[in-house]
């Protein structure tokens, strides 16, 4: 072998070893961070809850309120985790085949209830799932690195907030719950109650007194 083609052959040789080390490092960059990786699994598991959920409201309640709500969530958060699972199968992320332990807790606690509690209690559980969701997308913009799933983040921003909007305006009109912790919607109408009692004294007092003023000037 002349010297001519030795040198060509190593040249080529660099050539390819070039090629695969610039392959190679592409697909080392293009790897998801452990926060996208994070982000991609609860944000398929919230999906996967609201899903659930909205079925179990059109199951289970008779509120029409709570009825579109499910509906609503069900179709949006359906169409949010289809594009979730296709940059998933991109990247090579295994997502979890349902909601976690904690979610399904809440899920079952929920649906055992009926009537006006089941509905209190299936927005309370809807607050504090999409708030969480919204933390979680959050985070996500701020630390996550792969420009594909923060678009995912940055795309269900908007409709998570537009369902919590609807959620906290929502419990104005159902019995039992209150937008702000769960606790308070119930002590309300006992508040009420009492200070409606207290002004009922008051005003029997006042009464009173302007009836023996009235009967010592008289006198």
């Known amino acids: 072998m002349t ?3 030795r040198l060509a052959k190593l040249a080529g040789a660099a050539a390819l070893a070039c090629a695969y080390l610039g392959l190679t490092a592409g697909i080392a960059a293009a790897a998801p961070s452990a926060q996208d990786k ?3 699994v609860a944000a ?5 809850t609201e899903i659930q959920a909205g079925k179990a409201a059109l199951q289970k309640s008779g509120n029409d309120v709570v009825r579109r709500h499910g509906q609503l969530f ?13 940059v998933a199968g991109t990247l090579n992320v295994d997502l979890p085949s349902q909601p976690s332990a904690a979610q399904r807790a809440t899920l079952a606690s929920v649906s055992a209830k009926s009537g006006s509690a089941f509905d209190a209690a299936w ?4 607050l504090t799932g999409h708030r969480q969701a919204k933390a979680d997308g959050q985070r ?6 792969d420009a594909q799933v923060k678009k995912l983040a940055q795309t269900a921003a908007p409709v998570i907030q537009m369902h919590l909007d609807m959620l906290q305006e929502a419990t104005g009109s ?3 719950v209150a937008a702000g912790t769960g606790g308070q919607a119930a002590t309300r109408p006992a508040a009420r109650t009492a200070l409606g009692a207290t002004l009922l004294a008051l005003g ?13 000037r008289t006198a």
């Open 3 to 5: 010297i001519a083609r």
């Open 38 to 40: 994070a982000f991609l």
């Open 44 to 48: 398929h598991q919230s999906n996967l």
């Open 74 to 86: 069900i179709r949006d958060h359906t169409r949010l985790d289809a594009d979730l699972g296709k």
């Open 123 to 126: 927005l309370g559980s809807q």
């Open 140 to 145: 996500e913009l701020s630390q996550g690195s």
């Open 174 to 176: 159902v019995s039992g």
């Open 204 to 216: 029997g007092l006042f009464a009173a007194g302007s009836l023996v003023l009235s009967r010592r």
